[in-house]
């Protein structure tokens, strides 16, 4: 097999509650992984040597991104060192979002390299090159809807829920790692319905004034959640009226995407 082409998915968190922070940097957190049919398009191509990722995205040419570092963990693992692969990925999930673009490429990336190198790594062995990369590509790897424990490795599936998904991206690149800084600090946890569904949403809101002015207007009549640490939100519906008068409330300049869920990755059936 010369050439592996394939869709990574995007996910969004249907609940998200951050406990203890680990000796290895990590967060504990309980968590419901949904995967949605928002997809990266991603192909491999054996070549000689080197490691090459060609993108719509510049930042994905170079080396400091998931796609290169989960190639460079699998790579250690070849025996003869001749093989490399020229990587294609069409980005379409918005980065800093907390859809977990990145993590699902990295996962697509290690299962896709472990066939096309025929190195017929176990799905343990993988699973641990997996954790070494990012918390959520464990989730991608799994290729099922899943409540997650742990730092998100600790999966067990879970069936996918009925309704259409509206994502909102309200488009500003969110980072984790503040994210979670600014988690630390707060001084007391308010028991509202944004914290309940997602640890991560007061800090979200309070960050960002236009976001703010937004969730409070909208969160009157809607049922409005954050996905991952942000900052896309996502609102569950079930017809097409019910989304014409939720679509007016949302400004103009934001990005939408209008999503169906699924109960499977398209990464199942490469491994």
């Known amino acids: 097999m010369n050439h592996i082409k394939t869709q990574c998915p995007a996910k969004i968190n249907l609940f998200l509650r951050v406990l203890d922070k680990r000796i290895d940097g990590y967060h504990n957190i309980e968590t419901s992984f949904q995967l949605i049919d ?28 998931t796609i290169y570092a989960s190639a460079i963990k699998v790579k250690e693992y070849l025996s003869d060192k001749k093989y490399g692969v020229k990587i294609n990925i069409k980005k379409n999930i918005p980065t800093g979002s907390g859809m977990g673009g990145g993590s699902s490429n990295a996962a697509s990336t290690i299962i896709a390299l472990n066939k096309l190198w025929g190195l017929n790594l176990s799905k343990e062995r993988l699973s641990k090159i997996a954790k070494e990369i990012g918390a959520d ?15 998100g490795d600790e999966l067990q599936e879970v069936s996918s829920i009925g309704d259409n998904i509206l994502i909102i991206d309200p488009l500003i690149h969110n980072s984790s790692k503040n994210m979670f800084n600014l988690l630390k600090q707060r001084k007391e946890i308010k028991n509202n319905s944004l914290y309940k569904q997602n640890h991560f949403f007061d800090v979200f809101v309070e960050s960002n004034k236009e976001v703010k002015d937004f969730v409070k207007k909208f969160n009157k009549d809607y049922v409005i959640n954050l996905t991952g640490s942000g900052s896309c939100m996502f609102i569950c519906y079930k017809n097409d009226e019910e989304i014409t008068q939720i679509i007016k409330k949302i400004p103009s300049k934001w990005r ?9 990755s398209p990464i199942c059936y490469i491994w």
Do not use: H, R
């Open 137 to 151: 590509v464990p989730f991608f790897m799994f290729g099922k809807n899943a409540l997650g424990s742990g730092i």
């Open 38 to 65: 928002l997809y990266d398009l991603i192909s491999f191509e054996k070549i000689t040597d080197e490691i090459i990722i060609e993108s719509n995205e510049d930042y994905l040419g170079g080396e400091d991104n």
């Open 256 to 264: 939408l995407f209008f999503c169906k869920p699924l109960q499977y």
